[in-house]
Structures are given as structure tokens and as C-alpha cells.
């Protein structure tokens, strides 16, 4: 009886010790790959407002007096 | 604290009772019968301690020993045998084993019955106990004297004299008994002077007259010295045998004895003598009805008789050993069915012994499965209680994470559209602005060629061919601007602010003898951000009322001011120059310029000029519209 108990008790903690072993390495794994997908996104996306800001700063440059429409009008090659 | 002494004394003697009680109840459970069972009850209800308890599984052991309840009787025996193991009681436990040795011996298990007697000797020798050691190995010398094996009894006894200090109080009894016994063997093996030599040791541990514990020896002694020839001793000891065990009223003894001085006497040739012996011997035999004696008598008498040479007396006698011989051969017969039966119900029960030993093993394995089952299903339970919060939990993360990546990728494909989209706008712009404004340039260029090509042209062709170009320039400078406004979308109130400081600096630079004023209302909200269209707007407004001012008005002071009120913003550009009559100036493209783009951008704008008064412009437009 103990025997049994015991080889049931030994299997359930080796059991739960995989099972906590998996998901951990799971968790890590997602985390990781979470925090990829994020950082790239926040690049995409800090680009974006890099050449939004590039576009608005051009654009500040037009003088009212000069009418240097040409040097405001910046065409960003990279955007497609 | 007990005040009154009395109550003291009725309390011990309850308590006396209590105990006087169960051990007089177990007493009256043997022998077996039908109100055995009614005295174990009433005992069974006075257990008070531990000590009653273990009184009382003794009765039932004695008990089921008398009726042969093999299986009950393993019962009890186990579990007095876990008393004392867990108590440590190694003398208890020595004479439990030995009980059970006895029991075994006395039903023919002599076998099963050495293992306990060893097993007795082991739990005395953890505690030095040799009066219960050597118990235990007197028991197996004799289990193994009626197996006939005289060799391993005697080595059994004389075991117990080599192991035994002669330091406790009972070794001289001990080295009694066991010297009897092997005696007692050799006299089996038919040797006298062994025999003999054993039986004296007793009798150098107690002298023959001083007790009666050693009256089987001395009439063995008798029997010893006859077959060594000694008849003188011989006669001795058969009588100090026969005194003693008249004493003991011993009628089997005095039977042996008896027959034991015939034989005597019949080897002495004292003929009368030996068979009035006889005589006597068959007395006794009567009273015991001890058939088996007749035999040693009849026999004896056959060989007076004969050596007498009374032939008839002696075949008389020699038809009554015959006759005898047969009975006992009945008797052998019947003994040895008995025997059969014997040891066929104990065989018999031995098998159900063990038919209930395996219902035993069969309901403890039943037992143990269901709780491998609990206790599985519980593990089970807890197991998949475990996985579940993790399934939870890392889904949970999952679906923030997820969250987290949606809301980015909404912020970036939002802000990656409105970016694609400006610069989209932007192209186009500029490939408008390339084209209409190269082909623009070249209408003004062709018109200045024009101009210059054709001297003798009229004055009012060529004002009308400046004018073209002047429409044509100021087209190009619209075209910009609304192609600027078109991507810039909005402009703040500092940024527009700032390009009319400039514009102001510039024009002060420009004539040096006018001041000029740039007020802006504390009211007026500086955050505020205008749509592109409307900051042009108001830049172009104020910019040709000023060059208008500067052209036209001569005059020494020229303000603009800003202010804010319920929610509309005002835009004042006055000067304190000559004026004009509004009623009978026709207005000029300047100013219905500026009214277009005041209706433009939902505002109005008044003119208020008169002569030698100066000029005030107000623009009045809604914040928000």
C-alpha cells in the first residue's frame, strides 16, 4: 500500500515537474517571440512617424514670400 | 485528597474486582461449551487497559487451542504477537512463540512446531532469558524424541546444558530436565550406560529422597539398571519410584513401576515375588485402563510360567498376550485411523486456513486496488487541476500578448496608410507643380517675347499682354500655394504668428520712416491650429492690406492686431494714412481678392476708409467651421 502510494506520489511529481518544465519553455519561447514582433513593430513604426515628420518639416520650409514650393515638396524615394 | 480512607479501599477493591472479574470470566470459558461465548462478551466488556486486553486474547488463544480453531487461534496469536513486538516485551513474545510451538506439537505439526520453538529461543536470547531459551530447546528436543530422532534430541538437550551460565536461579532445575531427557533418549537407543550416566547427573542435582520432581527418572533408573544387570539397584530404584509415587497417588507410575519390579525380579529369579509385582501391576493397569500394559504383563508372566515350567498356567497366559496383541492391534488400528482422521481435518483445515488466508489476500488486494484508484484519481485530479491553470495561464498571456501586437499593428497600418497616402499626394503635387508650372513659365516667357518681338505694337495690346503675364505669374503663385496647403493640412497659431513677424520685419526693412505693430490680444488662444487653407488665407489677407497701406496710403503707422471673442477671431490691419471714399473708389483685384478669401474660409471683411482718416481692414472668422 505504501509502495503504491508512494509510486503514485513519485509519478504525480515527476509529472507535474514535466508539466511545469513545458510550459515554462513555452511561456519563454512566446515571450521571446513577443518581444520580436513587438520591437519590430515599434521600429515599423517609428519609421513611419520619422518620415511623416521629414514630409512636415519640408513642407515648414515653404516661405509665403518665396514661394519655394520645390524645396518643400521632399519626395521620399524609400516610401513605395 | 481522598479525605475519607474508606473510599480509598472500596475503590481498590472495585478495581480488584474489575480485574478478578475478566480473569474469572475467561476461566469459565473452558471447557469449550455453549456459554463460552457469553463469558468471552462479558469479559470482552470489562477491558479497561492494555493488560485486560492482552488477559483476554490469552483466554481466547486457550480457548481456540482446546477446540483446535486453527485459523481463530492464528488470529489471536498474530495479534498478541503485535503487542508484544511493538512493546518490546521479548519475554512475553518468547512464551507466546512457545505457545504456539505447543499447540502445533500437541496437534502433530511438529515441524511448523520446531519453527516456533526457535523462533521462542531467539526472542530469549535478546533478553538473556534462559529459563524460557531453555524451554524452548527442551520442547524441540522432545518434538524431535517422538519423531524418533534421538540423535538430534539429545544434541537439542545437551544444547541447553552447554548454553546455560549456572549463574540463575532455576539451571539446577533446567540441567534436570534436560539431563532426563537425554537420558530419556538413550534409553530409546537402548543404551543402559548412557542412560544410566545421564540419570545420575540428575540425581548430582537432587538427591533422590528430597524431591518428588524427579520420580519419572528414578523409575527409568529401575528400569536402566535391569538392562545393565544391576538388580540390586535396579530393585532399589524401583522401590524409591514406587514409595514416591504412592505418595503421588500416581496410578500409571505405580502401573510402570509395578511391572518394571516384576521384570526385575523375574530376571532375579524371585518368581512369586515378581508376580505378585505382576499382580499389582494389573490392579493399577485396571485403574488407569492402560490396555498396553497388559501386554508387558502377560508377557512376563508367560516367562515365569514357562521358566517355572507351568506350561499351562504359561499358555494361559500366552493366550491372554495373544488376545491382548489382538486388541491392541484393534486399538493400534483404531488409533491409527484416529490418527488419519487426524491429520485428515487437520489437513482439512489447513486448507481452509488457507482458502480464508487467500479470501484474506484477495480482499486486501481488492482493498489496496480501490485505494491505488483513490489515490490515482486524486493524483489524476490534481494533475489535470495543474494543467488547467497553466492552459489558463498561458493563454491568458497569450491573448495579452496578442492584444498588445493587435493594437500595434491598428496604430501601424493606420499611420503607414496616412503616411503612403501623404506622400502619394505629395508626388502628384509635385508632378503638378513640374508640369503646369513649366507650362505656366513658358506662357509668361512667350508673352515677354511676344512683347519684345513686335516693336510697333499699341500700348494697349501691350498693357493687356502684361496683364496676361501678370495673371499668368500670379497664377503660378496661387497654384503653389494651394499645392502647399493642399499637403500641409494645418499650420499653428505660432508658425503663422511667426511667418507675419517675418513678413513685418521684412516690410519695416523695406521703409524705414513707418512704424509698424504687431499686437496679439491676451484673449486669443495661442494653441490654436488653423487648417492650411485658412492659415494661407489670413497670411494673404493681411499681406495685401499691408502692401496696399505701403502703396497707397502714405502712411507713418501701420498696425496689425489680433484678437479673440466667442469664439471668433479678428484680425484688425489699420493705418493712419490719406484714406479713400469707399462709396466712389472702385475696388481693385487686390481687395476682392482679400473678400474672396475671407468667404473662403466663412469670415467676413469690412473696409473702413475715409479721407485723410486712414483705412482699417477688419477680417472677422469663425475658429472653428
Known amino acids: 500500500m505504501v509502495d503504491s502510494f508512494r509510486w503514485i506520489s513519485a509519478l504525480v511529481i515527476v509529472i507535474l515537474v514535466l508539466l511545469w518544465w513545458y510550459f515554462r519553455y513555452h511561456q519563454q519561447r512566446n515571450k521571446r517571440r513577443h518581444s520580436h514582433q513587438c520591437e519590430r513593430l515599434q521600429k515599423t513604426l517609428i519609421l513611419q512617424r520619422k518620415q511623416i515628420a521629414k514630409r512636415h518639416i519640408a513642407l515648414d520650409r515653404y516661405d509665403f514670400l518665396q514661394y519655394n514650393l520645390e524645396d518643400a515638396l521632399l519626395v521620399q524615394q524609400e516610401i513605395k | ?625
Not at chain 2, 56 to 62: A, T
Not at chain 2, 239 to 261: C, W
Not at chain 2, 432 to 453: M, R, V
Not at chain 2, 574 to 596: P, R, Y
Request: glycine fraction near 4%.
Open chain 2, 1 to 625: 485528597m481522598i479525605r475519607n480512607p474508606y473510599f480509598l479501599l472500596v475503590f481498590l477493591c472495585c478495581f480488584g474486582m474489575q480485574a478478578q472479574d475478566i480473569n474469572d470470566l475467561l476461566d469459565k470459558t473452558l471447557p469449550p461449551s455453549d456459554s463460552s461465548a457469553y463469558y468471552f462478551s462479558e469479559a470482552k466488556k470489562r477491558i479497561k487497559t492494555e493488560e485486560d486486553r492482552i488477559t483476554f486474547l490469552k483466554g481466547k488463544q486457550s480457548y481456540f487451542s482446546t477446540t483446535l480453531a486453527r485459523d481463530s487461534l492464528d488470529v489471536v496469536a498474530d495479534q498478541l504477537l503485535t503487542f508484544f513486538s511493538e512493546a518490546n516485551n521479548f519475554k512475553a513474545l518468547s512464551g507466546q512463540y512457545h505457545a504456539m510451538g505447543y499447540y502445533l506439537e500437541k496437534t502433530g505439526l511438529y515441524d511448523e512446531a520446531i519453527a516456533q520453538y526457535f523462533k521462542s529461543v531467539e526472542a530469549a536470547k535478546k533478553i538473556d532469558d534462559y529459563v524460557a531459551m531453555n524451554r524452548a530447546y527442551r520442547s524441540i528436543s522432545q518434538c524431535h524424541r517422538l519423531f524418533h530422532d534421538y540423535e538430534e534430541a539429545i544434541f537439542y538437550a545437551k544444547k541447553t546444558i552447554a548454553e546455560s551460565p549456572n549463574t540463575y536461579p532455576e539451571y539446577e532445575k533446567d540441567m534436570v530436565d534436560a539431563n532426563n531427557l537425554i537420558g530419556a533418549a538413550f534409553s530409546e537407543l537402548n543404551k543402559p550406560d548412557s542412560t544410566l550416566f545421564y540419570y545420575e547427573r540428575v540425581l548430582s542435582y537432587v538427591p533422590p529422597l528430597d524431591s518428588i520432581d524427579i520420580a519419572a527418572t528414578l523409575g527409568n533408573m529401575g528400569y536402566a539398571y535391569l538392562l545393565a544387570g544391576d538388580i540390586s539397584k535396579s530393585r532399589q530404584y524401583n522401590q524409591i519410584g514406587l514409595d514416591l509415587y504412592s505418595k503421588l497417588n500416581n496410578e500409571y507410575a505405580l502401573a510402570v513401576l509395578y511391572v518394571n519390579s516384576g521384570m526385575t525380579e523375574n530376571v532375579a529369579g524371585e518368581y512369586q515375588r515378581a508376580l505378585r509385582y505382576l499382580d499389582s501391576g494389573v490392579v493399577y493397569t485396571e485403574r488407569t485402563n492402560y490396555v498396553e500394559m497388559y501386554k508387558w504383563i502377560y508377557d512376563e508372566e508367560y516367562k515365569i510360567f514357562k521358566a517355572q515350567g507351568n506350561y499351562r498356567a504359561a499358555m494361559e497366559s500366552l493366550d491372554k498376550l495373544r488376545v491382548i496383541k489382538d486388541s491392541l492391534f484393534e486399538v493400534e488400528r483404531a488409533r491409527a485411523a484416529k490418527e488419519l482422521e487426524t491429520q485428515y481435518e487437520t489437513a482439512e483445515k489447513e486448507t481452509q486456513i488457507l482458502q480464508q488466508r487467500a479470501q484474506l489476500t484477495e480482499k486486501e488486494l481488492e482493498v489496496r486496488q480501490k485505494n491505488i484508484i483513490i489515490f490515482g484519481s486524486l493524483g489524476l485530479a490534481l494533475l489535470l487541476g495543474v494543467l488547467g491553470y497553466l492552459l489558463y495561464k498561458q493563454q491568458k498571456l497569450k491573448n495579452r500578448q496578442l492584444q498588445k501586437e493587435n493594437q500595434l499593428k491598428t496604430a501601424l497600418a493606420k499611420i503607414e496608410t496616412q503616411n503612403k497616402l501623404q506622400e502619394q499626394r505629395l508626388r502628384i503635387s509635385r508632378d503638378l507643380h513640374d508640369n503646369i508650372g513649366a507650362q505656366l513659365t513658358f506662357i509668361i516667357s512667350s508673352l515677354d517675347n511676344l512683347k519684345y518681338g513686335f516693336k510697333d505694337m499699341s500700348d494697349a495690346l501691350k498693357d493687356r499682354l502684361v496683364g496676361i503675364s501678370t495673371f499668368t505669374s500670379a497664377t503660378i503663385y496661387e497654384l503653389r500655394d494651394t499645392i502647399w496647403a493642399m499637403n500641409k493640412e494645418e499650420i499653428t497659431f505660432e508658425d503663422l504668428q511667426a511667418r507675419i513677424t517675418n513678413f513685418i520685419e521684412k516690410a519695416r526693412n523695406a521703409a524705414i520712416n513707418i512704424d509698424f505693430e504687431f499686437v496679439i490680444a491676451p484673449t486669443v488662444d495661442t494653441h490654436y491650429t488653423f487648417s492650411s487653407v485658412k492659415g494661407m488665407n489670413v497670411y494673404r489677407i493681411i499681406q495685401e492690406a499691408v502692401n496696399n497701406a505701403l502703396k497707397y496710403s502714405g502712411a507713418t503707422t501701420i498696425s496689425v492686431r489680433f484678437s479673440e471673442a466667442n469664439e471668433h477671431l479678428t484680425i484688425e490691419i489699420s493705418d493712419n494714412g490719406k484714406g479713400f471714399d469707399t462709396a466712389t473708389v472702385d475696388s481693385g483685384n487686390g481687395l476682392l481678392n482679400m473678400k474672396k478669401r475671407a468667404r473662403e474660409i466663412g469670415g467676413t471683411l469690412e473696409i473702413a476708409s475715409e479721407e485723410t482718416q486712414g483705412t482699417t481692414i477688419v477680417l472677422n472668422f469663425p475658429k472653428h467651421s
